[in-house]
């Protein structure tokens, strides 16, 4: 194995990692990795597979379950910013390479591994990462859509918005608190720290988009997790990347209908194009000129897809971690979107993972569940039974991405 098992042990009780054991030794095929025959050294001139650049270390932390060893899976995934579809993939090729040595392992050690690493890739590749907003001068939401403007009662509003203050039935949390601060954008200029639901009224039953705006004003307890750790819409969870505002994705768009924006989409001739799907939806062709912005803002959104309202509601729940009592939130606008019509926030590739989308989700997730399918089989196969038809709760238990429906 790539570490002592004295040593490995060691990493794996007390948390004692360092970044070139995070790495692992290099297996058979891997860059540095030694050969010992002719073939072999071919073999090591040819680009390695990506299960075959899995760590040692990443296997034994997912079979040790530890908070060190999960901690080795993690690094492994997520490693250089990865974005969700990469994250998937790494996840699987460790999930495969467990399942090519079924017989090394312990059934049952093998079958929670499994788990381990389908809801921590679930997670992180569900995870959404706030990106640095820039918003169009004179931008309107588009038909259909509910377009609300956190702030004092005298502050700006922006137009098409409603107002939502401190004393608003839409909004609750404790301590709520509005800020007024300059801004030539409206929408960037007010908010509301402490913000942990909002319920708003909609019309029609679903799809829609639900765009949340903040803003980095300095203060400490909401410079990390201006929208919580967790974002929950009509009971579907999404967590969010806890970074601090110089580290928000580049960049993202709120625009109306132009050529830059994810809501535009026609072809130079004027004719209409069909409308992408999935992340594709929200990308860019190119970003928009300067002069079609409002100036430097230091304002932060993201956008999450859900399926349907619940009794003419969507709800927004802001959540902080149990452990961050000192940690809140803060919010200066909110738009729902009809899905039916192209989306106003833009991305670029750089920022694609400020968008949680229905779609993606469920192709991270079959991904997924689909290799734990076929590592359990592998491993009941070298048990010498048949796979059961009921797989334990701990093994495919998902995150929820996704509703049901």
Same mark, same amino acid.
């Given at each position: 194995?790539?570490?002592?098992?004295?040593?490995?042990?060691?990493?794996?009780?007390?948390?004692?990692?360092?970044?070139?054991?995070?790495q692992?030794?290099?297996?058979?095929?891997?860059?540095?990795?030694?050969?010992?025959?002719?073939?072999?050294? !071919?073999?090591?001139?040819?680009?390695?597979?990506?299960?075959?650049?899995?760590?040692?270390t990443?296997?034994?932390?997912a079979?040790?379950?530890?908070?060190?060893?999960?901690?080795?899976?993690?690094?492994?995934?997520?490693?250089?910013?990865?974005?969700?579809?990469?994250i998937?993939?790494?996840?699987?090729?460790?999930?495969?390479?467990?399942?090519?040595?079924a017989?090394?392992?312990?059934?049952?050690?093998?079958?929670?591994?499994?788990?381990?690493?389908?809801? !921590?890739?679930?997670?992180?590749?569900?995870?959404?990462q706030?990106?640095?907003?820039?918003?169009?001068?004179?931008?309107?939401?588009?038909?259909?859509?509910?377009?609300?403007?956190?702030?004092?009662?005298?502050? !700006?509003?922006?137009?098409?918005?409603?107002?939502?203050?401190?004393?608003?039935?839409?909004?609750?949390?404790?301590?709520? !608190?509005?800020?007024?601060?300059?801004?030539?954008?409206?929408?960037?200029?007010?908010?509301?720290?402490?913000?942990?639901?909002?319920?708003?009224?909609?019309?029609?039953?679903?799809?829609?988009?639900?765009?949340?705006?903040?803003?980095?004003?300095?203060? #400490?307890?909401?410079?990390?997790?201006?929208?919580?750790?967790?974002?929950?819409?009509?009971?579907?969870?999404?967590?969010?990347?806890?970074?601090?505002?110089?580290?928000?994705?580049?960049? @993202?768009?709120?625009?109306?209908?132009?050529?830059?924006?994810?809501?535009?989409?026609?072809?130079?001739?004027?004719?209409?194009?069909?409308?992408?799907?999935?992340?594709?939806?929200?990308?860019?062709?190119?970003?928009p000129? #300067?002069?079609?912005?409002?100036?430097?803002?230091?304002?932060?959104?993201?956008?999450?897809?859900?399926?349907?309202?619940?009794?003419?509601?969507?709800t927004?729940?802001? #959540?902080?971690?149990?452990?961050?009592?000192?940690? #809140?939130?803060?919010?200066?606008?909110?738009?729902?979107?009809?899905?039916?019509?192209p989306?106003?926030?833009?991305?670029?590739?750089?920022?694609?993972?400020?968008?949680?989308?229905?779609?993606?989700?469920?192709?991270?997730?079959?991904?997924?569940?689909?290799?734990?399918?076929?590592?359990?089989?592998?491993? @009941?196969?070298?048990?010498?039974?048949?796979?059961?038809?009921?797989?334990?709760?701990?093994?495919? @238990?998902q995150?929820?991405?996704?509703?049901?429906?």
């Amino acid at each position: 194995m790539a570490l002592g098992l004295i040593g490995l042990a060691a990493i794996l009780t007390f948390g004692w990692v360092t970044p070139a054991a995070a790495q692992g030794t290099p297996r058979a095929g891997q860059p540095g990795a030694a050969s010992g025959n002719n073939q072999q050294d !071919r073999d090591s001139n040819r680009a390695p597979s990506l299960a075959e650049q899995v760590p040692e270390t990443a296997i034994i932390g997912a079979l040790a379950g530890t908070p060190a060893g999960m901690e080795l899976v993690t690094r492994f995934i997520n490693a250089g910013g990865a974005n969700s579809q990469e994250i998937t993939r790494r996840a699987v090729a460790l999930l495969q390479v467990l399942r090519e040595r079924a017989g090394e392992f312990n059934p049952e050690a093998m079958r929670n591994a499994a788990g381990r690493i389908y809801d !921590r890739a679930a997670q992180s590749a569900n995870s959404v990462q706030i990106a640095r907003l820039a918003v169009e001068r004179n931008y309107q939401p588009p038909p259909g859509s509910v377009a609300l403007d956190f702030g004092p009662p005298d502050s !700006r509003l922006a137009a098409g918005f409603q107002k939502v203050t401190p004393g608003d039935e839409r909004v609750e949390g404790a301590g709520l !608190r509005a800020l007024n601060r300059p801004s030539d954008c409206e929408v960037c200029a007010a908010g509301i720290v402490g913000v942990e639901r909002v319920k708003v009224p909609v019309t029609g039953n679903g799809p829609f988009r639900v765009i949340l705006m903040t803003d980095n004003i300095g203060e #400490r307890d909401v410079a990390l997790t201006p929208f919580g750790n967790e974002v929950v819409i009509n009971g579907i969870s999404h967590q969010i990347a806890e970074n601090p505002p110089d580290q928000w994705a580049q960049q @993202a768009y709120l625009a109306t209908n132009n050529a830059y924006s994810a809501r535009g989409g026609s072809a130079p001739d004027g004719s209409d194009t069909q409308q992408p799907r999935g992340l594709d939806s929200y990308l860019i062709s190119a970003p928009p000129p #300067r002069s079609s912005l409002y100036g430097e803002t230091t304002a932060g959104g993201v956008v999450f897809e859900v399926d349907r309202a619940e009794n003419g509601f969507v709800t927004i729940e802001l #959540r902080q971690s149990v452990r961050r009592d000192d940690r #809140r939130s803060y919010l200066t606008g909110l738009i729902i979107e009809p899905t039916e019509t192209p989306s106003s926030f833009g991305v670029t590739t750089d920022s694609i993972r400020a968008v949680a989308s229905l779609d993606s989700a469920l192709t991270q997730t079959s991904a997924l569940a689909l290799a734990v399918a076929n590592l359990i089989e592998a491993v @009941a196969t070298e048990a010498g039974r048949q796979p059961d038809n009921n797989l334990p709760d701990a093994v495919i @238990a998902q995150p929820n991405p996704v509703s049901p429906s």
